[in-house]
T-cell receptor, first 115, second 113 residues
Framework: KQEVTQIPAALSVPEGENLVLNCSFT??????LQWFRQDPGKGLTSLLL?????REQTSGRLNASLDKSSGRSTLYIAASQPGDSATYLC??????????????FGEGTQLTVNP | ETGVTQTPRHLVMGMTNKKSLKCEQH?????MYWYKQSAKKPLELMFV???????ENNSVPSRFSPECPNSSHLFLHLHTLQPEDSALYLC????????????FGPGTRLTVL
């Protein structure tokens, strides 16, 4: 059974700092990996999706890397801002036994960026 | 806005009540999903529908009954729930079920008294 772990569970940093969020998964046979952002009481916003054949994806100040062989992904946030405060979730895609597409999530990292 | 809406946003119900959660997607997708997010636990997939047909039931108790009348609408009918069913219920949709990026609604915060 695929398990996804995110470290740290919570992180508090001053504004402007560069930071790294970590995600690890137990089964390297994934199709892709997504990073999401969740604001309190709200749904998920997809930030980056990395296909299994890719090593990284970038969007603005965000950069996500993927190392399938070691079962790891990192989300790098440059020059953090208070608006980046949210919970960041990592999820891997495995294909279910039927035609469904199953996302397996980590528990998330709660990020607080202090002004 | 992701193009996926959910109503109601908040719901409080007793254990003997019957209620329904509604999800609607305006993205032209053909796959829809229900997820449960409990405190201090990862999101859990509950159901998957692909072209209105249920393709996955992740061992969900029968007190949760999904319905997908068309590719744009998904319901979750609730009856005789337990307090431990209190959670955030998230709906998502995707274009195609296999490997596709999923777009999430804002969720319904459910409290069972």
């Amino acid at each position: 059974k695929q398990e996804v772990t995110q470290i740290p569970a919570a992180l508090s940093v001053p504004e402007g700092e560069n930071l790294v969020l970590n995600c690890s998964f137990t089964d390297s046979a994934i199709y892709n990996l997504q990073w999401f952002r969740q604001d309190p009481g709200k749904g998920l916003t997809s930030l980056l999706l990395i296909q299994s054949s890719q090593r990284e994806q970038t969007s603005g100040r965000l950069n996500a890397s993927l190392d399938k062989s070691s079962g790891r992904s990192t989300l790098y946030i440059a020059a953090s801002q208070p608006g980046d405060s949210a919970t960041y979730l990592c999820a891997v895609i495995i294909v279910g036994e039927t035609s469904g597409s199953r996302l397996t999530f980590g528990e998330g990292t709660q990020l607080t960026v202090n002004p | 806005e992701t193009g996926v809406t959910q109503t109601p946003r908040h719901l409080v119900m007793g254990m003997t009540n019957k209620k329904s959660l509604k999800c609607e997607q305006h993205l032209g997708h053909n796959a829809m999903y229900w997820y449960k997010q409990s405190a201090k636990k990862p999101l859990e997939l509950m159901f998957v529908y692909n072209f209105k047909e249920q393709t996955e039931n992740n061992s969900v108790p029968s007190r949760f009954s999904p319905e997908c009348p068309n590719s744009s609408h998904l319901f979750l009918h609730l009856h005789t729930l337990q307090p431990e069913d209190s959670a955030l219920y998230l709906c998502a949709s995707s274009q195609g079920a296999r490997l596709a990026r999923q777009f999430f609604g804002p969720g319904t915060r459910l409290t069972v008294l």
